[in-house]
């Protein structure tokens, strides 16, 4: 009789995995901050079980100009992007500084998501940059005044700023590869981090 109440009873559904959109803030092919969000897709897979993380490129996005909305539509590029974003439960900023602020290609990319009804509302969000001088710091801060008027709920703790240093050992190789094991450890705290913190807002945590 226990044997077949065990058969019988209904099964516990799992939690669907979250979904990460990535952008990287800048387009240079060898960006440390490219390598970063791959480094970010193969922790994911390999030790972080329930999450999805996808590079979303902003390289195709025109530059914002409301001209091209036509009868509350986008161009394609732009509806593509703004369906990534819409889709996902949260995002992954990776990018360095430009000029102490945001990247112009970043910027962009956020302001097309922004064009009512704005994609970014609600979503959880992290921020890993690498950057000569701060690491990618100052961007990161502005990104985050940025976010209060998205509201884009950003994780506080920890940071992520990695410093590109002139010498060697570099923490990224020549095409932007992650190289650096505690680099890398400390990624994957953020990603962890970002895992909990989506799952909070979604009311799902334990």
Known sequence: MEEAAKTNSPAVPEKAPIRVAAICGSLRKGSCNRGLIRAAIEISKESIGGMIIEYIDISPLPLLNTDLEVNGTFPPEVEAFRDKIRQADSVLF???????????????????????????????????????GTGGALQQYHVRQIGVFLNLHFVNKPEFFLRRP???????????????????ERLKEVLLSLYAFTLRLQGKSK
Not at 166 to 184: S, T
């Open 94 to 132: 990776a990018s360095p500084d430009y000029n102490y602020s945001v990247t112009a290609p970043l910027k962009n990319a956020i302001d097309w998501g922004s064009r009512p009804p704005n994609v970014w509302a609600d979503k959880a969000a992290a921020l890993v940059g690498a950057a000569g």
């Open 166 to 184: 002139l010498a060697p050992p570099q923490k990224c190789d020549e095409d932007g590869n992650l190289i650096d094991g505690e680099v890398r």
